[in-house]
């Protein structure tokens, strides 16, 4: 039976802008105040999880231990079916220091192109995955995984959401994330429908 989540404060472990703007915003509706890690200035641990679940669950569970409140971690990425899921676990490293996204889509392209004139295919079929996981002060942690299939484009399309959103296409849709309004992105990404899993098993009541 999973831990229901009866606090009134929530701490977004997490110092992406982007994710914990989007993990806001769908907290929105409830009756949560969420406190996100930068501001609070926790240290960012390292990721050495094998799995989008262990690299979330090791960041929940610290920033938890850090404040004495529930913690709540995101950990995601885009996995390409022609590069074996890469970057996978390592989307944020492929972007490195400097996070330049706009780099790291390159190198997927330059590899993707690779591989075609090697002889390999030319799927470019992705998807994104992102597992949310709940941690409390005493160690205790619930992790619900979501995803979205789709294509990449290239070149990459539209300012909106962050890091290889331009340049995904989801299945059945004309727009990337990349040029979908909020609302959009939200009914449909992987963060959503892993936040949706998290809601139905956690959270008590429902929207304000």
């Given at each position: 039976m999973p831990r229901r989540f009866t606090d009134d404060t929530l701490v977004i472990a997490s110092h992406n802008a982007g994710k914990a703007r989007e993990i806001a915003e769908l907290l929105a509706p409830y009756r949560v105040k969420v406190l996100?890690?930068?501001?609070?200035?926790?240290?960012?641990?390292?990721?050495?999880?094998?799995?989008f679940e262990a690299n979330a669950e090791l960041k929940a569970r610290a920033a938890a231990l850090a404040t004495g409140r529930a913690a709540l971690a995101d950990d995601s990425g885009l996995a390409v079916s022609a590069l074996d899921g890469a970057p996978g676990i390592h989307s944020a490293r492929w972007a490195g220091p400097a996070k330049d996204f706009g780099h790291a889509m390159?190198?997927?392209e330059e590899s993707l192109a690779r591989r075609a004139r090697?002889?390999?295919?030319?799927?470019?079929?992705?998807?994104?995955?992102?597992?949310?996981?709940?941690?409390?002060?005493?160690?205790?942690?619930?992790?619900?995984?979501?995803e979205v299939h789709g294509a990449l484009v290239w070149p990459p399309r539209g300012k909106r959401g962050f890091g290889y959103d331009p340049m995904f296409l989801a299945t059945g849709h004309s727009e990337t994330f990349g040029e979908m309004e909020p609302a959009a992105k939200h009914a449909i990404s992987h963060r959503a429908n892993a936040f949706r899993k998290l809601i139905a098993a956690c959270f008590d009541g429902g929207a304000a």
């Open positions: 996100p890690a930068g501001e609070l200035c926790l240290p960012e641990p390292e990721e050495t999880g094998d799995s390159a190198k997927i090697d002889g390999g295919t030319s799927d470019r079929r992705a998807h994104f995955v992102c597992v949310l996981s709940l941690a409390w002060p005493d160690g205790h942690v619930e992790s619900l995984r979501g």
